[in-house]
């Protein structure tokens, strides 16, 4: 878990939920996030993107499950009883985003937000809008709409 400090929040904070890809803390923010469930069986789709890992039902609706490791380029690891779905609303459509682990809630500070470089990790810096410094942990913001944006093409 991470560190969390305690403070009053003001308007310029912003509340994300961080999650692991790997080595990569990332966080989207609290209120694009519908809900976090354990991920279960995939039903798989034909003919879909690479990034698509299937579909789920969730209480009757639909939800396709997108592979944040496909979309960032990074290696593909087997699921673990950590791998969660973080269900994010993208259009009319529910979707999934696959992640090997959640961690915490943070509150972060605009005036805090550090210069994202074109390569954070590794990966392509086009689906990031920030950088916190959290603890020890350097947290990259996803940009949510880029990365679904990106199983479109």
């Known amino acids: 878990m991470l560190a ?3 403070r009053i929040a003001t308007s310029a ?15 989207i923010d609290i209120q694009d996030i519908r809900e976090i469930i ?6 798989p789709v034909p003919d879909a993107p690479a ?3 299937g579909v789920v039902n969730l209480r009757g609706d639909v939800v396709t499950v997108v592979n944040l490791r496909t979309v960032l380029d990074l290696p593909q690891v087997a699921r ?5 779905l973080m269900i ?15 961690a915490d809630v943070v509150m972060v500070s605009a005036k805090t937000e550090e210069p994202l470089p074109a390569n954070v990790g590794g990966v392509d810096g086009r689906y ?4 916190y410094r959290v ?12 990365a679904l944006t990106a199983t479109e093409n």
């Not at 904070?13 to 966080?27: E, M």
């Not at 354990?38 to 039903?43: A, H, I």
């Not at 673990?80 to 969660?84: A, G």
């Not at 993208?90 to 090997?100: A, F, N, R, Y």
Request: proline content about 2%.
């Open 4 to 6: 969390a400090e305690t």
């Open 13 to 27: 904070d912003r509340q994300l939920a961080t999650f692991w890809l790997g080595d990569l803390l990332l966080g």
């Open 38 to 43: 354990r991920v279960g069986d995939l039903t």
């Open 51 to 53: 990034m698509v890992s």
């Open 80 to 84: 673990t009883s950590q791998t969660r």
């Open 88 to 102: 994010v609303q993208h259009g009319p459509e529910s979707i999934g985003l696959l992640v090997d682990r959640v």
């Open 128 to 131: 990031f809008t920030g950088v």
């Open 135 to 146: 603890g020890s942990e350097l947290l990259v913001v996803l940009d949510v709409a880029a």
